[in-house]
């Protein structure tokens, strides 16, 4: 490790699974202090403990609750360096099954949450003159699956958003870039037996990718490594969209 968030106080979203708590374990790896957010509190306080990190529970579809967030990080820590907005919601349904309550769900969590969350911080990173914020899309935004459309639609919509924004604060020191990552097993594959071997045969590089495997690029868009870096969205997928297999050769 080459300690590339020393002393940096950092928040990551749904950081009680997944990538979220990949990111935070790297982060505390490369000398941040993290504070993990879920919705979760019994797996975020666990999760708190054994990595090191603070745990508040926060929806993030909850304006107040974001707003609060931040607010209580920089009174007790005097800064906010970084801000990963990375907690998601998804329902794998057809378009014409899709309930009300699904897309107002995808939809406050995936794009509201990304929304309070970039909002909330930049208040505090232009006040700063400087801070980082990484938002977590899905290749599913630029190349999306059937029976997604809502989740997918979400996750374009955060990395337009996310670029327009890295415009407006790139001249208050800000930087706002999105992460995409492909397929990574973690809470959100179905719990379908065989489903990982159809994953991995899905994916170009032959497997389906460790959360782990994101967070290093969450961790490279935080750092300073990543300075002149800003309105970029990183597509982490293994290959998956950049393009279609060959038939016959
Ligand atoms: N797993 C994949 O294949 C994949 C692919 C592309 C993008 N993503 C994105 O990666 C991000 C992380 O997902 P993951 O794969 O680690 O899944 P995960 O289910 O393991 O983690 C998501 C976390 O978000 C939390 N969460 C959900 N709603 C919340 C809310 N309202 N407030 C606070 N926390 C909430 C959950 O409790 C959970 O801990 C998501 O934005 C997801 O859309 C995942």
Avoid: W
């Amino acid at each position: 490790m080459r300690n590339r968030m020393q002393d940096k106080v950092v928040i990551v979203t749904g950081g009680s699974s997944g990538l979220g708590r990949a990111t935070a374990e790297l982060m505390i790896a490369e000398g941040a202090r993290v504070v993990i957010v879920d919705i979760d509190s019994q797996k975020g306080n666990g999760v708190a403990a054994e990595i090191g990190a603070e745990f508040i529970r926060v929806d993030v579809g909850q304006r107040s609750e974001v707003d609060k967030l931040v607010d209580d990080v920089v009174t007790r820590f005097g800064s906010l360096d970084v801000m990963c907005n990375n907690a998601g919601a998804i329902a794998m349904v057809p378009l014409v099954d899709t309930t009300d309550a699904e897309f107002d769900r995808m939809v406050a969590v995936n794009l509201g949450g990304v929304f309070y969350g970039t909002r909330a911080a930049a208040r505090v990173m232009t006040k700063q003159g400087h801070g980082v914020i990484v938002n977590t899309a899905s290749n599913g935004g630029s190349s999306p699956s059937e029976g997604m459309a809502v989740y997918c639609g979400t996750k374009a919509a955060v990395v337009a958003m996310s670029k327009s924004s890295a415009i407006e604060l790139a001249p208050k020191g800000v930087r706002v870039n999105t992460i995409s990552p492909g397929t990574m097993l973690t809470g959100m594959v179905p719990d379908v037996e065989g489903i990982v071997d159809v994953l991995d045969k899905l994916q170009p590089v032959g497997y389906a990718a460790q959360p782990s495997e994101m967070a290093a690029g969450i961790l490279y868009l935080a750092s300073d490594d990543a300075a002149y870096v800003t309105g970029h969205d990183l597509v982490v997928d293994g290959g998956a969209t950049a393009g279609r297999a060959a038939v016959g050769v």
